[in-house]
């Protein structure tokens, strides 16, 4: 009876601690995602009705240490979190396309992972084209693809640069001097989003109508 009595309270005291680990992990991990993103200038939006996000931002799990990964046991409590520098992202991502009110959800986009990387492998000229493209212009040699940030600047984007260097490329700190705010591209919802959009007609068309919403925005502040 003893036994069974210091058993079950062996039992209870595993339980407590494994809970109290598994807290302290989502805490600290959580913490270290939070700096990650602040560390690449993105600027952090939540909207009230978030949609369903299954794959949300996180840390490569192959560029772990064995001290970061998940499946080191709550009994365990050597875990520390990722490097919230060193360890690379992966994101959620839509590919928007305007000219045609359609989109592409990437739910794992490695942050050192090319922009072309994923065009060629989504627009090859020998893979039959999206249903909407009836045109044939959705060829990844033919498309350009756009980011804009929380103050609205527009960067094009070059095929050979990664997830990363773009985001670094967005990001702006707050210059005191003139007092311009902090910018940065936006993670709404724990998702980024892309333009993509044929070259020629449809981009100009595009960018000019950006442009001229962003200036009548500006104006009425």
Do not use: C
């Not at 192959?62 to 060193?86: C, G, K, Q, Y």
């Not at 072309?116 to 493209?133: K, R």
């Not at 311009?180 to 020629?200: E, F, H, N, T, Y």
């Amino acid at each position: 009876m003893r036994k069974k009595v210091q058993a079950r309270q062996a039992a209870i005291e595993k339980a407590a601690q494994e809970k109290k680990e598994r807290e302290r992990r989502e805490k600290e991990g959580k913490l270290a995602l939070d700096r990650a993103l602040l560390a690449r200038g993105l600027w952090v939006e939540v909207t009230p009705q978030p949609p369903d996000n299954p794959t949300p931002a996180h840390f490569d799990p192959e560029a772990l240490p064995s001290s970061s990964r998940s499946t080191l046991p709550f009994s365990n409590t050597s875990w520390t979190p990722p490097d919230w520098v060193r360890t690379p992202l992966i994101f959620p991502l839509f590919f928007l396309y305007p000219a045609h009110s359609q989109s592409d959800f990437i739910s794992h986009f490695h942050e050192d992972s090319t922009i072309g990387d994923h065009l060629d492998a989504m627009f090859s000229a020998t893979a039959p084209p999206p249903p909407w493209d009836e045109r044939r212009e959705y060829v990844a040699s033919n498309l350009v693809v756009y980011a804009s940030t929380h103050g609205k600047r527009l960067l094009r984007v070059g095929r050979a640069l990664s997830l990363r260097q773009l985001l670094d490329q967005g990001a702006k700190d707050a210059d005191p001097k003139t007092g311009a705010p902090r910018d940065g591209i936006v993670l709404q919802d724990g998702i980024l989003s892309l333009i993509v959009l044929p070259k020629g007609d449809k981009e100009k068309e595009w960018v000019e109508r950006f442009k001229k919403d962003r200036d009548a925005t500006t104006k009425k502040q």
